[in-house]
């Protein structure tokens, strides 16, 4: 089983920055992923990270966002910036584990314009 802990979500206006921390409880080989979700909406992809360092994002974040991780201390990591009004959501730290998948308890962001 995997614990997993997100930090950094806040109240941040428009053009700022926020960093996202996610703290697994055991050392992950898979890739690791935040996802968000606004009000209403489904959960979707936010960008994703190999163990070796591979990243992928989504259209709406490339560019502004960047994913890193710390195999070491088992550390995911999101940092947004320039960010807009719409990447107001809960943000959610997800692994798969032994063909279990896991996510955080989520950590609030909300973008004011």
């Known amino acids: 089983q995997v614990q997993l802990v997100e930090s950094g979500g806040g109240l941040v206006q428009a053009g700022g920055s926020l960093r996202l921390s996610c703290a697994a409880s055991?050392?992950?080989?898979?890739?690791m992923g935040w996802y968000s979700q606004a009000p209403g909406k489904q959960r979707e992809l936010v960008a994703v990270?190999?163990?070796?360092?591979?990243?992928n994002y989504a259209d709406s974040v490339k560019g502004r966002f960047t994913i890193s991780r710390d195999n070491a201390k088992n550390l995911v990591y999101l940092q947004m910036n320039s960010l807009k009004p719409e990447d107001t959501a809960v943000y959610y730290c997800?692994?798969?584990?032994?063909?279990?998948?896991?996510w955080g308890q989520g950590t609030q962001v909300t973008v004011s314009s």
């Open positions: 997800n692994v798969v584990y032994l063909g279990n998948t896991y």
């Open positions: 055991r050392n992950i080989f898979n890739s």
């Open positions: 990270i190999t163990r070796g360092g591979t990243t």
